[in-house]
Structures are given as structure tokens and as C-alpha cells.
Nanobody
């Protein structure tokens, strides 16, 4: 049974930075692809970044160059460093775990149904 718990969301001014953290537990979490997704007000959920078991990463075009996904499997932690934040980054951010793929292709950003475990989310507001 996988548990994912996000933290680190806050109200921040445009241009500011935040670091989101996802603490995960369970047999598969951290061993396969993991990702960050977000859902803004009135919008559909969208993929932000993914990271594979070997550290391969993918980013959506909207955050590329500003956000960095990383993981520390020894501590069962997934991170999302967010820099140069914009008002359009305002959303609930979710951590998610996949259980079959070791490497994440960019297609996974558009395939949230492949992720079988989700956290409760952490709110990021840029204003």
C-alpha cells in the first residue's frame, strides 16, 4: 500500500521560489516513475514533471527551465523545486507514483491514468 504526502505549498509573489516535497512509502513508490501534476482553478489536471528510477526527467513546456524534479530514494522523498514562479503556476500540486515503468517518457505527462497512487495535494498560489 503506497502513501504519498505532499507539503511545501504556500502563497508566494511572482518571481519567487518554492520547494515541494512528497514523502512516499510502500513497496513500489520510488522504484518506478514518479511525477508531479497540478490542477489550476477551472482547469484540467496536467503533468508538470516526471522522474524515472534512473533519474531521467521530463518537463512540460510551461515549466521547463524553471522547475526541477528530483528524488532521494534513501529518504523516500520526491521534490519539485519551483523558481521564477508565475501567476499561471497557481494550482493544487499532486505527487503520483507509477508501478511498471523504470524510465519515464515525456508521454507520461499526458497519461495520468498510468499513475496508480496519488497524494492529497498541496496548494501553490502565486500572487
Amino acid at each position: 500500500h503506497v502513501q504519498l504526502v505532499e507539503s511545501g505549498g504556500a502563497l508566494v509573489q511572482p518571481g519567487g521560489s518554492l520547494r515541494l516535497t512528497c514523502a512516499h512509502s510502500g513497496a513500489t513508490a520510488g522504484r518506478y516513475c514518479m511525477g508531479w501534476f497540478r490542477q489550476g482553478p477551472g482547469k484540467e489536471r496536467e503533468g508538470v514533471a516526471t522522474i524515472g528510477a534512473y533519474g531521467d526527467t521530463s518537463y512540460s513546456d510551461s515549466v521547463k527551465g524553471r522547475f526541477t524534479i528530483s528524488q532521494d530514494n534513501a529518504r523516500s522523498m520526491l521534490y519539485l523545486q519551483m523558481d521564477s514562479l508565475k501567476p499561471e503556476d497557481t494550482a493544487m500540486y499532486y505527487c503520483a507514483a507509477e508501478r511498471y515503468l523504470l524510465r519515464c517518457g515525456s508521454w507520461l505527462l499526458f497519461a495520468d491514468s498510468h499513475f496508480y497512487a496519488w497524494g492529497q495535494g498541496t496548494q501553490v498560489t502565486v500572487s
